[in-house]
């Protein structure tokens, strides 16, 4: 069974760093694509960076030059560098596997963690 458990999130002042990690608890050698959402109090849930299957990275425009996703395949788990942080990065950091994958059984399918509270204070 996938399970995507987010961590890393906590509170800091604007212009530190954090990074977030999410790792998925369905032990496969399947590659997926790894997103990070997020989403801030009273607005919608927003892309934020995304790793594909075949390692292609792309990033909001928001957050290009400042975050950094990476993945650690052999520990099933993905990182979201965070620097330069701003308040308005403020959120609930959310992890998503797929649609994209290299094995047919998981292709399709969309999982998504519970999220990790980011706050970051003037």
């Known amino acids: 069974e996938v399970q995507l458990v987010e961590s890393g999130g906590g509170s800091v002042q604007a212009g530190g760093s954090l990074r977030l990690s999410c790792v998925n608890s369905a032990l496969t050698d399947c590659t997926y694509d790894m997103n990070w959402y997020r989403q801030a109090p009273g607005k919608e849930r927003e892309f934020v960076s995304e790793i594909d299957v075949d390692g292609v990275i792309s990033y909001a425009d928001s957050v290009k030059g400042r975050f950094t996703i990476s993945r650690n395949s052999a520990k099933n788990t993905v990182y979201l560098q965070m620097n330069s942080l701003r308040s308005e990065d403020t959120g609930t950091y959310y992890c998503?596997?797929?649609?994209?994958?290299?094995?047919?059984?998981?292709?399709?399918?969309?999982?998504w963690g519970k999220g990790t509270a980011v706050t970051i204070s003037e």
């Open positions: 998503k596997e797929g649609p994209g994958s290299d094995c047919p059984f998981y292709y399709g399918m969309e999982y």
